[in-house]
């Protein structure tokens, strides 16, 4: 009975598998590149960030080296006696003239004025260049002592800052002040040379307002705040953001390569571990499918050493097989009892000698039955039957040419084909045959008074005879022998024809 096919449903894809494993390998690739750009980004923005940290910190420096500078001057001028007497008690011309002898030495100074203790310019303002913005300011309570700088834009090209300084006298009592405009120019000359060209960088007043700089901007730019000391106002140095170095984009250029390199060895690596696998489960399959229509076996010869061992077990498997096979195909052609060729190996031989009667050659088909053999059962027992029908299996073995096919055909039925003898010749190899089967009886000690009988027939060609027919027709012949006495082969003759009977 045929055994149920079984399908076992397989759990896992191996193109599955390597794809996972593929992906592993991008992604932890991928994590690394993804890491280094990250890392990359971080210190370029670090660097970015540390450069216009470092230009804030030059320019303010700068900048509060010029403003102590004129606050140092104001201060110095503020302590100076002389000034107190001409604030206190010079008349208008010689605190004018106080004035415009200072004036001439500071070409960087827009406005040079004396105030008095209420904070009104001491002469003509508009003389000292003082404008109404300032006196105003100079107005306000508080503002000869709180040292706050006042940056005044309201008249286009005479953009400056004030700066003012108290004046005592040596009781301490206030006598008023000296106040200073600046241009703004020198505060710019002092910023600007402390970045990169490309570098933006502005001084914002305490309400956000620019005082100077250039190129701020807003949006995604890298950007420092620095407060400057004493003044309220706020130093602003911008870069554009560069999200990479040159060494950065080298490093993720380089990793974006190596992950390439790294896919594409494994993309080629996979295919091949495939094509290759697929090409050995193949062999394998073909040697199986081989061996299961019992065709020659191609011998597997596998590509990877792990198929080494199914593969020589498969090999040893299929050579057992086919030798058992050969084994099986003898035993099924083969009597069992006499090791002559059988009634298969004869159907299977008939067409061959058909072909040699086809090409003009003489084949005859002899039929032989032994004489009497029941009674020899009968008398002498059933081995003792087997040790005759042994007998006359060695005299056919002994008496049949290379060519010639001796087999049993069933019970003490032989069939013999022979070729290329003629009738006499058939007589003198019946009578050798008839004269060794008695001697070999003798040679197994068995004095039994048998013979063969005989019938024969010539082959005619394929197209003409069959073995049916020729078989018939031995056995009628052989009848015929039965008929006339045994111990002895008659020819088969057409019924009609001479001699017929
Ligand atoms: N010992 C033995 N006997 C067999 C074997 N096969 C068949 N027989 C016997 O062979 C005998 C065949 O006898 P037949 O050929 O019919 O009769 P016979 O006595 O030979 O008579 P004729 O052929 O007319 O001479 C039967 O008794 C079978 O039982 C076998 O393998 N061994």
């Known amino acids: 009975m045929p055994l149920p096919a ?28 993804g890491l280094s750009l990250w890392f990359s980004l971080e210190s370029t923005r670090e660097e970015q960030q540390r450069l216009i940290g470092y230009e804030a910190e030059q320019a303010r420096g700068n900048l509060v080296r010029r403003l102590g500078d004129y606050r140092t001057l104001l201060d110095n001028a503020a302590r100076d006696r002389e000034l107190a007497d001409v604030l206190a008690f010079g008349t208008p011309e010689a605190q004018q003239a106080w004035v415009r002898a200072r004036q001439r030495l500071l070409p960087e100074i827009l406005g040079l004025a004396l105030v008095d203790a209420h904070g009104e310019v001491v002469g003509d303002a508009a003389s000292f260049r003082i404008g109404p913005a300032c006196q105003r300011d100079l107005r306000r309570p508080g503002a000869l002592t709180d040292g706050r700088l006042l940056v005044h834009r309201q008249q286009a090209g005479a953009e400056h800052v004030d700066f003012v300084a ?5 009781r301490g009592m206030l006598l008023g002040g000296i106040f200073l405009s600046v241009r703004l120019d020198p505060l710019q000359r002092a910023i600007d040379g402390s970045i990169l060209p490309e570098h933006a960088i502005a001084l914002l007043d305490a309400e956000g307002r620019p005082i100077v700089g250039h190129g701020l901007q807003r949006g995604a ?28 984009g080298r490093q993720v250029v380089a990793g974006l390569l190596t992950l390439g390199a790294v896919l594409a060895v494994l993309v080629i690596g996979i295919v091949q571990l495939r094509r290759t696998m697929v090409r050995d489960i193949v062999s394998t399959l073909d040697a199986l499918k081989a061996l299961a229509r019992n065709e020659p076996v191609p011998t597997i010869m596998p590509h990877y050493v792990e198929f080494e061992q199914v593969a020589e077990d498969i090999n040893l498997t299929a050579r057992h097989l086919q030798e058992q096979r050969a084994r099986l195909e003898r035993l099924s052609l083969t009597d069992p009892l006499t090791a002559l060729p059988n009634r298969r190996a004869f159907e299977t031989r008939f067409p061959q000698a058909q072909g040699m009667a086809e090409r003009q050659h003489r084949v005859a088909l002899v039929m032989l039955d032994i004489d009497h053999f029941k009674g020899v059962n009968d008398r002498f027992g059933h081995a003792v039957g ?21 087999a049993r055909l069933a019970g003490d039925e032989f069939v013999v084909l022979l070729t290329d003898l003629d009738a006499a010749g058939l007589d003198a190899w019946y009578q050798r045959l008839s004269d060794r089967f008695r001697s070999e009886l003798n040679a197994f000690g068995l004095d039994l008074q ?19 027919d020729a078989l018939m027709r031995a056995d009628h012949a052989l009848y015929q022998a039965k008929e006339r006495g045994r111990g002895r082969m008659v020819q088969y003759v057409e019924p009609g024809s001479d001699g017929a009977g």
């Open 6 to 33: 079984q399908t076992v449903r397989p759990s896992a894809s191996l193109q599955r598998h390597l794809m996972g494993l593929l992906l592993g390998v991008v992604g932890i690739f991928g994590a690394g590149i």
């Open 166 to 170: 108290a004046v005592h006298d040596v």
């Open 221 to 248: 730019m890298r950007e420092v705040r620095l407060p400057v000391a004493d003044t309220g106002w706020t130093l602003v140095v911008q870069s554009p953001v560069q999200w990479l170095t040159r060494s950065g």
């Open 386 to 406: 087997d040790q005759v029908l042994l007998a006359l299996a060695q005299a056919l073995k002994d008496l049949t040419r290379r060519a010639d096919l001796a």
């Open 450 to 468: 048998t013979g063969l009988s005989a019938g024969q027939t010539w082959l005619g060609p394929a197209s003409r005879d069959s073995i049916d």
